[in-house]
């Protein structure tokens, strides 16, 4: 009796806790200059955006609800860019929702008197500074990877799909190890270049790939 009285609870509490999932995605942003943040999601959204190349983040909330965004995943002010210290150019990010419960502020850390006086111990001999705000010029380029797959004639497959599909088959090449077999798209030199690339593989349903800049 008691057995199943337990496990009745037990269901019940899955059943209460296991209502969340966790949406994640990644993809580039848009510069939006009325300073909505715009998403795929549900207006008030609690997002937490991460710029992949440097792993700074800032915790949003979403303004409005658009499913037209297209290769973009979000649309942001362009003081939360220059925060994230974003490349305009290739502005590749996370997001990941967040619980309102479960997010955590920390307070601002305290500076120890120890601490103060390790810059005068530390010798610099150079120090380059480089603005992303001024890169107006990236030599970064945008790989799309699909896999890696197990099964190699299923990469194969996909391998012959893609080339019958572009123009340029210089494109489309293979990264294949044993057990570990990867297709990748690329060296795409902008974002007009992805865009167009994104629409052809939207029109075949290939839009499961992980996007990389190198």
Known sequence: MYKKIYLFLFV???????DYSVYE???FAKINYNKKIISPLPKSTLLKVTNIKNKKSVVVTTNDISKNLGPRIITLPDNI???????????LIHIQTLRKNKVFIAKKTEIYEQEKRVDKKVVIEKINIMNLANDKKSK????LNFGPFYNKIYANQLYKILKLRFNNKKLVFKDYQDKNYTISIGPLKNLTEFDKIYLKLGKIGLIGFDIKIQ
């Open 12 to 18: 019940i509490f899955l059943s209460c806790t296991s």
């Open 25 to 27: 995605r990644k993809g």
């Open 81 to 91: 860019f220059q925060e994230l210290k974003l490349n305009k150019n290739l502005p």
């Open 140 to 143: 970064d380029s945008i790989y």
